[in-house]
């Protein structure tokens, strides 16, 4: 449920939906998840006036906090990371709705506890029985959180309510897994209450891509094989691991990044035009672009991987991933992963699909380039053009949002001789207002129970099964190769790409 205004039409999609009555019950609360991203997010959504006025926050997790302690965890972490203002009139107002409970997840007194506590609220906030169940923990522990929630009646729904749940990726770590992850989650909620959180598809540039491709005339006529000669799908950070070894270590780049966002990323650049964007259109075409993909033959060939060595970023000496804490000297984890993707259909047939993405590396770019075929004929002389490459158009997905067309112009002069400029769109120069944060944008999609961005089971194992050949024979290979911290990743990255005869990009 959800309130509108019944004066506007309410197919209007410009208008900012505000959930209905609901709260929230996190698991997880001490983890860089919650505390950087999920806790601001519910914080920004309430200072936007998107929350009701009731919305409650419950904190579980396995510490001896009273509800005021938890308050001020959430605090803290509003205060460093939430986007908007702090204002003490929306804090107080959310605030009065944040209990805690105390618990491991096999403690059957907690879950009790919770219980009594999801009644109470409804009782006195009025949150009508409507509650998602957050998992920011580890998934080896979704399982027994589930498990618990179907035992103590929690994924139940009164009549006329709702109980969702909330997972991050990754969602298993091969296809195998994956599966069994569902099973684990499907068996305790229907899939429609489901929701799997891959934060990119929350990202306002990200939406962009299907704006930018289907609502307008000039792009899409030149969107196949007959213009394009390839695309690069590029993630790149500067930062390293940070305190993340537990997690990092033994997933790696491909199974935080290729899996998921880029995969995703990939899809919507490639797919065809939806019947309408409701979830169910959007995922059939992005299930027949994953379901399409081919991977070369020779992988030692058409993939790259590597681990940051020692080296500078943004003028300081850092370390190199084995000299991480808590990351073992042998580990063979990658830290930078790169691919090549071709998708078997008429649109695509010989455009290779090139994905990279690094930790460590020379700076914090992400941008999906579509690299166009050169002009079938020059009528210039060999020289005019030498400075002129192919044209490209560029999504830049994060930071300096926007697109740029790259394409050749004549220098000014008595002679004629052609050189590369670029075109700019930038978010900041056309809009006033700022994008949300990601998870704004998927937090409030949750509550109103609007599940287009989320992505579903069966993209999740389409995913997988194009990656599992490539971690098999990584896996047989033992090291990845080291590249320099502050570098763009390892010299077989830069060769994968000039056997084909094409350069990466230096964003
Ligand atoms: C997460 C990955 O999904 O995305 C992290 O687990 C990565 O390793 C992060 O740092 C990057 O997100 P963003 O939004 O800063 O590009």
């Known amino acids: 449920m959800s309130y509108t205004n019944p004066l506007r039409d309410p197919q209007d999609r410009r208008l900012p939906q505000i959930a209905g009555p609901c709260g929230l019950v996190l698991f997880g609360v001490t983890g860089d998840l919650s505390r950087k991203k999920v806790m601001p997010a519910i914080y920004d959504l309430a200072n936007r006036g998107l929350l009701p006025p009731g919305f409650s926050l419950v904190g579980f997790a396995r510490r001896d906090w009273a509800d005021q302690d938890f308050a001020q965890i959430v605090h803290d ?44 609220l409804d009782q006195v906030r009025g949150t009508d029985g409507n509650h998602a169940f957050y998992l920011a923990i580890p998934p080896g522990f979704f399982g027994d959180v589930v498990g618990q ?88 950070e500067d ?54 993909v081919v ?22 000496k850092v370390i190199g991933f084995l000299e991480e804490e808590g990351i073992k000297q042998s580990s063979t984890t990658e830290t930078f992963a790169a691919v090549t993707l071709n998708i078997a259909s008429r649109r695509w047939a010989g455009v290779p699909f090139y994905l990279r993405t690094g930790k460590r590396l020379g700076r914090r770019v992400t941008e999906v380039a579509v690299v166009f075929k050169r002009a079938p004929h020059q009528p210039f002389s060999a020289t005019s053009t030498e400075e002129l490459t192919q044209n490209a158009l560029v999504i830049r997905v994060q930071p300096d949002e926007g697109m740029t067309v790259r394409f050749g112009s004549k220098v000014p002069g008595t002679a004629m001789e052609i050189r590369d400029v ?11 207002e700022s994008s949300p944060e990601a998870y704004e944008r998927l937090i409030l999609d949750m509550l109103l129970g609007d599940p287009p961005l989320f992505p579903q089971h069966e993209e999740v194992e389409l995913s997988w099964k194009i990656l599992d050949p490539i971690l098999d024979h990584w896996a047989a290979k033992g090291k990845p190769e080291a590249y320099g911290s502050g570098t763009w990743g390892p010299q077989s990255a830069d060769a994968m790409l000039s056997r084909d005869g094409r350069v990466w990009r230096r964003p």
Not at 266 to 289: C, H
Not at 422 to 432: E, Q
């Open 77 to 120: 972490s509003v205060k460093a990371y939430a986007r908007t203002e702090f204002r003490e009139e929306v804090w107080h107002q959310l605030a009065e709705g944040f209990r805690f409970v105390p618990g491991n997840f096999d403690d059957d007194d907690a879950f009790r506890h919770l219980h009594r506590t999801i009644e109470e």
């Open 239 to 292: 930062v390293g691991i940070g305190g993340r070894d537990g997690y990092y270590d033994g997933i790696g780049a491909p199974r935080d990044v290729i899996q998921n966002h880029l995969l995703q990323l990939m899809s919507l650049v490639a797919m065809e035009e939806p019947t309408s964007f409701d979830a169910e259109s959007l995922r059939i075409e992005k299930q027949k672009v994953l379901s399409s």
């Open 422 to 432: 670029n075109m700019d769109f930038a978010y900041g120069g056309s809009f006033t």
């Open 295 to 316: 991977l070369p033959r020779r992988l030692d060939l058409s993939t790259a991987r590597g681990q940051y060595a020692a080296g500078w970023a943004g003028g300081e």
């Open 149 to 236: 929630l179907k035992e103590h009646g929690l994924a139940d729904p009164g009549p006329g309510s709702w109980r969702r749940v909330v997972v991050e990726k990754p969602f298993g770590h091969d296809l195998e897994s994956a599966r069994e992850l569902n099973t684990v989650l499907a068996d305790v909620f229907p899939s429609g209450s489901i929701f799997r959180i891959d934060h990119y598809l929350g990202k306002e540039t990200v939406q962009n891509i299907l704006a930018m491709r289907f609502a307008n005339a000039m792009f899409e006529p030149i969107w196949n094989a007959n213009y394009v000669d390839h695309v690069q799908i590029t993630m790149a």
